[in-house]
């Protein structure tokens, strides 16, 4: 008995281990607000089956063999009581975990911006074969594979993906976001609290897909400027060709920056995308009535 508690403690140790740079852990007001969602749901879900448990161990208990007292109903086949009770507890539990669920979903709005007396950042996303490119458009650089970010600023993201759809993820700041090419979607972070986190690809977008990965350096905002001002003096400018050979798919990249970016180079690569998926809506009509 000692060694089977033991065992369960070490298991559970272990399991919640890897909780503080996930969900479980977070370092934002979204992440926080998303983690008091799923501990509301939580709650209300264990309502029901602590005392279904309770009740089926208590019932196994008393309706036992060796017990005289227990009363044994062989012709019972109905009772109404008892179907309100069956049901509407389960209808409860759906009713409250579904308004947690519609309730969190507005507050959480990607597109609702974070209430804050500081100006939000803009940084401008773009999910390639197999690594993200960060644009500053305010700040005039950009980023591959590193996302620096002041603490306690909300930072306003545009999101597009340059082929394939991807999802966009730092679990520790907040909701991840899908990102389609000849789309842009939106969504508002902020990190509270100064550390490097781990960004990530949510969904599978082929062979490089495990190392397509980022960190996020939050730091003050006296530190953010002077990396500004560093990214600003060093590196290569990102224009229409060197995107171009930035977006050819290349797996496990070292993070870079680009001191200067082209303007409105994030709308032309939207633009671009959505140009494409014209074209190949077109090839494929022809191709449909050739065939016919």
Known sequence: MRYGVLAVVLIGAATLGGCGEGVLGPKGPIADAERQILFNSLGIMLAIVVPTILATLGVAYWFRSSNERAH???????????EVLVWSIPAMTV???????????HDLDPRKPIASTTEPI???????????????????IASVNQLTIPVGTPISFELTSSGVMNSFFVPQLGSQIYTMAGMTTHVQLQAD???TYRGLSAQFSGDGFADM???VDAVPIEQFTQWVD???????SLDTQSYADLAKPSEAVAPFTYRAVAPNLFDGIVMSETQMDDS?????????????
Do not use: E, H, M
């Open 122 to 140: 803009r940084v401008q996303v773009v999910a390639l074969d197999w690594k993200w490119l960060f644009i500053y458009p305010d700040q005039g």
């Open 72 to 82: 044994y109903l062989p012709n019972f086949s109905y009772s109404g009581r008892l």
């Open 213 to 215: 990965r980022f960190t």
């Open 230 to 236: 560093a990214t600003r003096g060093a590196g290569p």
């Open 280 to 292: 190949t809506r077109g090839v494929c009509l022809a191709s449909k009535r050739a065939d016919q």
């Open 193 to 195: 609290n100064p550390g």
């Open 95 to 105: 009713l409250l975990v579904g308004g947690v669920a519609w309730v969190g979903s």
